[in-house]
């Protein structure tokens, strides 16, 4: 059902950041209303192009004109009220407008500091307002933002270094304000599950120390944060146009900090209740910003140079071996995998090709995860960066002792759960994504089992195998107008990582490296091919080798 979503204060980082990511994921079926104090700007013209997107003119420090924004009511409200001495006052007429608008659900963007603040005098009445409003809530509580660092684009650039009062070892959370967009835009589409709560968002714990070596990585070259006096950090934000009171106000957020204080140092759980996925780490936020703080461009070299490609399952044997040998070819590899131990150890199996490897913890193991998953993968991009290729390493064979007869049908349900929908959940994910990048493709991973059962107990993967394949065919015929090309790779025997005899099923390898085999897939997505199910089989060494002359010669080594 298509639903009305407000937002006042659309103009501002936070807002903006929210309505595109509203209108990316629902603009095709929801009206969002941004509402602006300046409806002619050139925020307000950018906002506009974005589809399901109406601007109005909406100046909560004119409450009257605030009725235009909710013209045609509002199932959900987002009250973002920018940095103002009048701060409390600004809210309290846009909660009032929304109460008089019978709004049915209102999310309101808060901070997590101390009463005795002025931010918190500032926030702490916008709250209990929102409270005894008698509209259903939730609050949104905000980490001091890790795009803060924006401020410091000069210095970086100029001189390699980041100021501030805060101690470089003094451990602190953070927030990227595209993290609060996804969790802000879920919540104001989905609003019943979060009625009443009040959220904390934070990133992980880190240090600026720390952020100033993700920095370093992910522009080449060092970059040091330096610590300077309180009174000294005042007059430079005074100098770049800070007001007074708000230069203040971040001088007690970074006392807070430095002092330790629970409010500003300790990390929750609530973003990825919210959203299903982890928050930006400042490593990922250094990569995706890198281009604007002067990071020297990706070298394009080898076949697959300047392109990305997303390996799900990037951990497994195949999956690893798919993620080399893209590397090998000069792509920029997103390695997905459901646990940072295991990624780290592929960050070192790959070696000196790691620079163009990004990881992303993550899962599909539902439709809502899965989305999450796209939404991470996207963070973890430079700015402005597109997928070009994925390839869907995901899903087990079962073990079933029992025939089909003897076995609870929860069973085979359970086998395709667990092979056949990770990668429907897939598509659905990131082939919307694809249609519009040319040249991309979008393979999947099935196996010889979809044929013959060599082994007992494993009829069911037999049919999720099969049904695999029968998917390839469904997906090709969808989106045949389309420029992505989509197949499937059956592996008709067992890969093994160097220096293993067997896979994780115990089955002995019979078709050598997990290299070799990447370099298969490497081959069918060079190949051209779409809509195709390449039978890949030990025995047939000639469609192997093929293959592998489509991947053409590695143009780096680790």
């Known amino acids: 059902m298509s639903k009305t979503i407000v937002i006042i204060g659309a103009s501002g980082n936070v807002g903006a950041a929210t309505v595109s990511e509203l209108s990316t994921r629902y603009g095709a079926t929801h009206r969002i209303v941004a509402g602006i104090r300046d409806a002619k700007s050139a925020k307000a013209q950018e906002l506009a192009k974005l589809p399901g997107v109406t601007v109005v003119g909406a100046d909560p420090g004119q409450p009257a004109t605030l009725t235009a924004a909710f013209a045609h009511g509002a199932d959900a409200v987002f009250v973002v009220v920018a940095s103002h001495i009048d701060r409390t006052k600004l809210a309290a007429a846009t909660i009032a407008a929304a109460k008089d608008a019978k709004a ?17 005098r500032q926030f702490g009445p916008i709250e209990a307002k929102t409270k005894a409003s008698g509209i259903p809530y939730t609050i949104l509580r905000l980490a001091m933002f890790l795009d803060n660092i924006w401020v410091s684009r000069d210095s970086i650039i100029n001189q390699n270094a980041f100021y501030g009062s805060q101690r470089g070892d003094a451990r602190q959370v953070s927030i990227a304000v595209q993290d609060i967009a996804d969790a802000a835009s879920t919540i104001l589409v989905r609003p019943a599950a979060h009625v009443g709560k009040t959220y904390h968002l934070t990133s992980k714990v880190h240090t600026n120390d720390e952020t100033a070596a993700a920095l370093s990585k992910a522009l080449g070259r060092e970059i ?8 000294g950090s005042k007059q430079a934000l005074l100098g770049i146009g800070f007001p007074e009171w708000q230069v203040d106000g971040i001088n007690e957020f970074s006392k807070a900090i430095n002092d330790g204080s629970p409010s500003t140092t300790v990390a929750t759980d609530d973003f990825r209740k919210i959203t299903h996925r982890e928050p930006t780490t400042v490593e990922q936020w250094a990569r995706r910003v890198a281009p604007g703080f002067g990071a020297a461009p990706v070298e394009q070299k080898g076949k697959f140079g300047g392109q990305v490609v997303v390996v799900l399952g990037a951990t497994g044997a195949v999956g690893s071996g798919a993620v080399y040998s893209f590397l090998e070819r000069g792509a920029t590899v997103v390695a997905v995998g459901r646990e940072q131990k295991k990624l780290d150890a592929l ?13 992303v913890v993550g899962d599909v193991g539902s439709e809502a995860q899965a989305l999450a998953l796209k939404s991470a993968v996207d963070l973890a991009l430079p700015a402005g960066g597109k997928i070009h290729h994925v390839v869907a390493s995901v899903g087990n064979a079962r073990i079933t002792p029992q025939g089909p007869v003897g076995t609870p049908l ?5 086998s395709f759960e667990q092979g056949l929908y990770l990668n429907i959940y897939t598509a659905k994910a990131f082939l919307p994504a694809l249609q519009d990048v040319p040249s991309s493709s979008f393979t999947m991973l099935s196996g010889g089992l979809a044929y013959f059962c060599p082994y007992p107990g494993l009829w069911a993967g037999s049919i999720k195998n099969a049904a695999t394949n029968a998917l390839t065919l469904g997906l090709a015929s969808e989106f045949k107008d389309s420029g992505v090309r989509i197949n499937t790779v059956c592996l008709q025997y067992s890969v093994c990582r160097p220096g293993e005899s067997k896979n994780s099923l115990g089955m002995p390898s019979v078709g050598g490296s997990n290299r070799t085999f990447g370099t298969v897939i490497v081959g069918l997505v060079a190949s051209g091919k779409r809509g195709e199910v390449f039978n890949s089989t030990a025995s047939d060494e000639a469609q192997t080798v093929a293959l592998r002359a489509a991947a053409g010669e590695p143009t780096f080594t680790s």
């Open 104 to 120: 049915q659900h209102i999310v309101v963007v808060s901070l997590s500091l101390g009463e005795d603040t002025i931010f918190g």
């Open 347 to 359: 960050v070192v199996e790959v070696g000196k090709l790691a620079p163009r490897l990004l990881t």
């Open 410 to 414: 929860s069973e085979l349900v359970l």
């Open 224 to 231: 040091k944060y330096v610590s300077v006096p309180p009174e």
